[in-house]
């Protein structure tokens, strides 16, 4: 099965940070990658689909890049509004495996 | 708009079974596959089942296979998740998830329910 690896497990940044969070998968999964935002105590909401796809609705701050078994979710300009934890997904087969989850603090 | 709602969870010995619902609404239930993933208290979010649309294939983590029966009932909008012998260790939040674009499966979640607590305890 294919392992995705998320890193930092955890980060603190200030109001206006350019903030980077990565998710590498044991193999390669092309583009099949997703980024989703849990804030506490909420349900978990699409970001990015296609490794770099902004779902609608998702502020133009976040992006996503990479491909294979490397990629990133970026923050520029972290937002009060993004305390939250981050997870990728690799999600184009069986098992639709998760990263473990960046938790998103602001100093 | 689409709609999620869970329903069924609860308090259950080890060894017990529960089915979980998830009535949906919003969007043409027939051709979206259908997944459920859970969330242990304080720990991040596992994949647990996906079920297909037109060929009706299933597929399981390997911590529930054999345990866990995913199932869509597209005449009445409806996923459900039958969870036999039920250990400690699926003491969770199950959320049922629609995929992004309506294909056999294999997208994104872009849809979310609110999610159903299922305890496992003595």
């Known amino acids: 099965d294919i392992q995705m690896t998320q890193s930092p497990s955890s980060l603190s940044a200030s109001v206006g940070d350019r903030v980077t969070i990565t998710c590498r998968a044991s193999q390669g999964i092309g583009n099949n990658l997703a980024w989703y935002q849990q804030k506490p105590g909420t349900v978990p909401k699409l970001l990015i689909y296609?490794?770099?796809t902004l779902q609608s609705g998702v502020p133009s701050r976040f992006s996503g890049s990479g491909s294979g078994t490397d990629f990133t979710l970026t923050i520029s300009g972290l937002q009060p509004e993004d305390v939250a934890t981050y997870y990728c997904?690799?999600?184009?087969?069986?098992?639709?495996?998760f990263g473990q989850g960046t938790r998103v603090e602001i100093k | 708009e689409v709609q999620l709602v869970e329903s069924g969870g609860g308090l259950v010995q080890p060894g017990g079974s529960l089915r979980l619902s998830c009535a949906a609404s919003g969007f043409t239930f027939t051709f979206f596959a259908m997944s459920w993933v859970r969330q242990a208290p304080g720990r991040g979010l596992e994949w647990v089942s996906t079920?297909?649309?037109?060929?009706?294939?299933?597929y399981y983590a390997d911590s529930v296979k054999g345990r866990f029966t995913i199932s869509k009932d597209n005449s009445k909008n409806t996923l459900y998740l039958q969870m036999n012998s039920l250990r400690a260790e699926d003491t969770a939040v199950y959320y049922c998830?629609?995929?992004?674009?309506?294909?056999?499966?294999?997208?994104?979640?872009?849809?979310w329910g609110q999610g159903t607590m299922v305890t496992v305890s003595s």
């Open positions: 079920v297909s649309t037109s060929d009706g294939n299933t």
């Open positions: 998830a629609k995929e992004l674009v309506a294909t056999i499966w294999g997208d994104a979640f872009d849809a």
């Open positions: 296609g490794a770099s």
């Open positions: 997904q690799k999600y184009n087969s069986a098992p639709r495996t």
